[in-house]
C-alpha cells in the first residue's frame, strides 16, 4: 500500500520564525489533506490540496503530484502554530486514507 | 455551529464490556468515518461510511462494527473491548462520498477510551 513519510519528525522554533514540512508519498494519490492537531488534542483541517498551491494567512502548501510530495509553508511562527502536523492521502482507487505519522512542532516564544 | 459531535469525550471500560461510540454532524454532510489514534502515531481508518446506508472496512476493522442510522448519525460499537483497543477514537465527516473522500474532512473532538 501506500506509504507515507513526513519530514522531520519534531522542530523547535522561535516565534516569528519560518517553517516548511514535507511529506512524500510513494504512489499515485487521489487527494491530499494537511490536518494541524493542537495540544488540546484537536485536528483541524487546514488544507486540501491534490495539486498546486494554496494559501491560507500565514500558512500556504503545495503538492507536487507526478514527484509525490507536499509542503506546508508556515511564516512567521505564533506560539498558537505549537502541534502536530498531519498529512493524509487517499489511494488513486479511493479506497483508503493513509495519515503520515505527523510533524511535532514546537514554537517557543 | 456544532460541526462534527461525538460523544462520550471520556470512557473507562473493563475487558469485555460494550459500548458504543456516538457521532453526528450538522452540515448535511454525504460521508463519514471512524478512526482511532494511538500515542505518537498518526490516525488510521477503522470504518467508513460514503453515503446514507453504506458502510465499507478501513485499515483496522477487527473488534469494531458501526452503523449508518442516518444522514447525521455514525456510530462505532466495541462488542467485547480489549486493552488494545485503548486509544482515542475520532468521527470524521465529508461533502461527498465516492470513496473514502474527495473533499476535506471535519473531525469532531474525539473520545479517549481507556480498556482496562
Known amino acids: 500500500g501506500i506509504q507515507v513519510e513526513q519530514s522531520p519528525p519534531d522542530l523547535i522554533l522561535q516565534e516569528g520564525a519560518n517553517s516548511t514540512l514535507r511529506c512524500n508519498f510513494s504512489?499515485?494519490?487521489?487527494?491530499l489533506q494537511w490536518f494541524h492537531q493542537n495540544p488540546w488534542g484537536q485536528l483541524i483541517n487546514l488544507f486540501y490540496i491534490p495539486s498546486g498551491t494554496k494559501q491560507n494567512g500565514r500558512l500556504s502548501a503545495t503538492t507536487v503530484a507526478t514527484e509525490r510530495y507536499s509542503l506546508l509553508y508556515i511564516s512567521s511562527s505564533q506560539t498558537t502554530d505549537s502541534g502536530v502536523y498531519f498529512c493524509a492521502v487517499a489511494d488513486s482507487s479511493a479506497s483508503k486514507i493513509i495519515f503520515g505519522s505527523g510533524t511535532r512542532l514546537s514554537i517557543r516564544p | 455551529n456544532a460541526g462534527v459531535t461525538q460523544t462520550p469525550k471520556f470512557q473507562v471500560l473493563k475487558t469485555g464490556q460494550s459500548m458504543t461510540l456516538q457521532c453526528a454532524q450538522d452540515?448535511?454532510?454525504?460521508?463519514m468515518y471512524w478512526y482511532r489514534q494511538d500515542p505518537g502515531m498518526g490516525l488510521r481508518l477503522i470504518y467508513y461510511s460514503a453515503s446514507e446506508g453504506t458502510t465499507d472496512k478501513g485499515e483496522v476493522p477487527n473488534g469494531y462494527n458501526v452503523s449508518r442510522l442516518n444522514k447525521r448519525e455514525f456510530s462505532l460499537r466495541l462488542e467485547s473491548a480489549a486493552p488494545s483497543q485503548t486509544s482515542v477514537y475520532f468521527c470524521?465527516?465529508?461533502?461527498?462520498?465516492?470513496?473514502?473522500?474527495?473533499?476535506?474532512?471535519?473531525f469532531g473532538d474525539g473520545t479517549r477510551l481507556s480498556i482496562l
Open positions: 452540515m448535511n454532510h454525504n460521508s
Open positions: 504512489d499515485s494519490v487521489n487527494n
Open positions: 470524521a465527516s465529508s461533502e461527498r462520498g465516492g470513496g473514502v473522500s474527495n473533499q476535506p474532512q471535519h
